[in-house]
């Protein structure tokens, strides 16, 4: 997982949104259901804007790795149906993250706070450690460690499919600096567009670690990871 920052959606979709919140009864999740379902406009408008906040070509916020092909209630319909609507509560994954992991799980902690981390709402890494050797994410808190569960974020395919993320990554960063300007804009696109782009931020991340030369074992890929010109290319 990645931090996202949403965008503000158009006016007329917005009051689209708030038209169809309107026609949900209190409590009512059956109706919030049926006219998310029936809602094919406001939620093709939903999902090209979430598009636009994904990583790369649209990948699913949760794991980073598929493509986002359905739209997310954050907070389920079916404990929040006035939420049915609520652009803060949309995110984009893909089929398998939402339909065989998170499904309606919404674990709070004992003050009634959620436990799930918001990537638009929060840095997942203040929650989560990956492990760059074997792509396997460690919990900080609580809410890396319920994170981490009900989203399936270590999968055996996606711990290896890090793992690799990780030698790509080095890789043009490499290519990156042995390039011409064109090389160099070619490479910051492609570490841009690949899937797992937490595997690039955990990178820049982690190389300003002061432990950071025994994460990382080859001291070259080290330095570049902390070019500034590197790193405001890829942050910006």
Request: with cysteine; charged share 25%.
């Amino acid at each position: 997982m990645i931090a996202l920052r949403r965008v503000a959606l158009p006016l007329t979709v917005s009051a689209e949104l708030v038209r169809l919140t309107a026609r949900i009864p209190l409590g009512d999740n059956k109706t919030a259901r049926r006219l998310w379902t029936s809602a094919r406009g406001a939620r093709r408008s939903i999902r090209s804007q979430l598009a636009l906040m994904a990583a790369g070509r649209g990948y699913c916020m949760y794991c980073g790795d598929g493509l986002g092909s359905t739209v997310d209630h954050f907070e389920p319909v079916a404990r929040a149906p006035h939420r049915a609507f609520d652009w803060l509560n949309h995110l984009l994954a893909c089929e398998y993250c939402n339909s065989h992991h998170k499904r309606d799980r919404f674990p709070l902690d004992a003050s009634g706070q959620p436990l799930l981390i918001d990537p638009t709402a929060e840095d997942p890494l203040d929650h989560l450690f990956l492990v760059l050797s074997i792509g396997t994410y460690r919990p900080l808190t609580d809410k890396g460690r319920a994170t981490i569960e009900v989203c399936g974020l270590n999968r055996p395919l996606l711990e290896r499919g890090r793992a690799l993320a990780v030698d790509q990554v080095a890789a043009l960063v490499f290519h990156w600096w042995n390039g011409s300007a064109e090389t160099r804009r070619r490479a910051i696109w492609t570490l841009r567009d690949q899937p797992h782009a937490d595997v690039l931020n955990a990178m820049l991340r982690q190389a300003l670690l002061p432990g950071a030369p025994r994460i990382f074992s080859d001291a070259s890929l080290l330095d570049l990871l902390r070019d500034p010109d590197l790193r405001a290319a890829l942050l910006a």
